[in-house]
């Protein structure tokens, strides 16, 4: 039973250069979520897609585009890193836009230098 | 708008003390509240969820949390801890769209 998962666990980027993260979830899920988790700060939006074919932006979108390739999967791209983008990212997914329980992937930890 | 207060950046108990975990809320619609602990290096994993009913709610690993409607609370609690209760604790209103989380409470659970 995977849940969500995610891809890479690790990454060290160097300024400039450009990566995604994956994100696939296998519950059969309407919305999914990247949150960024800095110390101190808790979690932050960054994009979610509340179903497959749509995406909007949350609180810090800048410097992040997505792509929702089909409902089981959401990825996350920095086309043009940064050391402010060094953080922990999550993937997350739940039924639907409701009260209903979101689930985490274990997160994706970035370094950019 | 809604937003979540964790007052406490850090809270140290010793094993077997009882310890609450403060949250205090704001939403102007009808008010879904979670707690998630995430333990190091790992993701979240839910705690205990209020949706409506009763205003205390059990969850899992001896974890309680009560609704406070007058004052938009949602506290944690547990009334002996265990040195594996070690973790961030993070209290979440759910708005239209999203979770939006508290800054988070560290549990320093000491022998």
């Known amino acids: 039973n995977a849940g969500v998962t995610q891809t890479p666990k690790f990454q060290v980027l160097k300024t400039g250069q450009s990566m995604t993260l994956q994100c696939a979830q296998d519950?059969?899920?309407?919305?999914m979520y990247w949150y960024r988790q800095d110390p101190g700060m808790g979690l932050r939006l960054i994009y979610y897609?509340?179903?497959?074919?749509?995406?909007d932006k949350g609180e810090v979108p800048n410097g992040y585009n997505v792509s929702r390739l089909n409902k089981r999967e959401f990825s996350l791209r920095l086309e043009s890193a940064a050391p402010s983008q060094t953080s922990v990212y999550f993937c997350?997914?739940?039924?639907?836009?409701?009260?209903?329980?979101?689930?985490f992937g274990q997160g994706t930890r970035l370094t950019v230098v | 708008a809604q937003s979540v207060t964790q007052l406490d950046s850090q809270v140290p108990v010793f094993e077997e003390a009882p310890v609450e975990l403060r949250c205090n809320y704001s939403?102007?619609?009808?008010?879904?509240l979670f707690w998630y602990v995430q333990y190091p290096n790992q993701g979240l994993q839910l705690l205990l969820k209020?949706?409506?009913?009763?205003?205390l709610v059990k969850g899992i690993n001896g974890f309680e949390a009560e609704f406070n409607k007058s004052q938009t609370s949602f506290h944690l609690r547990k009334p002996s801890v265990h040195i594996s209760d070690t973790a961030e604790y993070f209290c979440?209103?759910?708005?239209?769209?999203?979770?939006?989380f508290g800054s988070g409470t560290r549990l320093l659970v000491r022998p």
């Open positions: 979440a209103v759910r708005g239209s769209y999203k979770l939006i």
């Open positions: 209020y949706l409506s009913g009763s205003t």
């Open positions: 997350a997914s739940n039924l639907d836009r409701g009260h209903t329980e979101a689930f």
């Open positions: 897609s509340a179903s497959e074919g749509t995406t």
């Open positions: 519950m059969n899920h309407n919305s």
């Open positions: 939403s102007s619609v009808s008010v879904y």
